[in-house]
């Protein structure tokens, strides 16, 4: 899943690390995130961008999203974007059939 942002294309990918870094660096989980929106999609996009660029910080990540409103880019592109790649992560499934368990 990629995000274009400013005419450059950026892959996204949603690990649990980089979740877990998201949490760590905000104090919230994902799901409070999700009530601050310029918060959220901040987080969430960096949280997705770095794996594939290590370096980048959440001001970096805010100042993307900045470029991409200044250009005519939409945030509901962007948040559109950030929710298809954490559900092609598989993050926000509906619950499955409960795990088997192995054993007498």
């Known amino acids: 899943m990629t995000v274009t942002l400013n005419g450059v294309e950026y892959p996204l990918r949603f690990t649990v690390n980089a979740l877990c870094c998201l949490e760590e660096k905000t104090g919230k989980s994902l799901d ?5 929106q310029m918060s959220c999609l901040r987080g969430l996009l960096w949280c997705g961008l770095m794996e594939a660029n290590p370096a980048m910080t959440l001001q970096d990540a805010g100042d993307l999203i900045t470029r ?3 250009s005519g ?8 974007a950030l929710a298809k790649a954490l559900e092609d992560a598989c993050f926000f499934q509906p619950p499955g059939p409960p795990a088997r368990t192995v054993g007498p």
């Open 32 to 36: 409070q995130l999700q009530g601050a």
């Open 68 to 70: 991409h409103l200044q």
């Open 73 to 80: 880019g939409s945030l509901s592109a962007l948040s559109d």
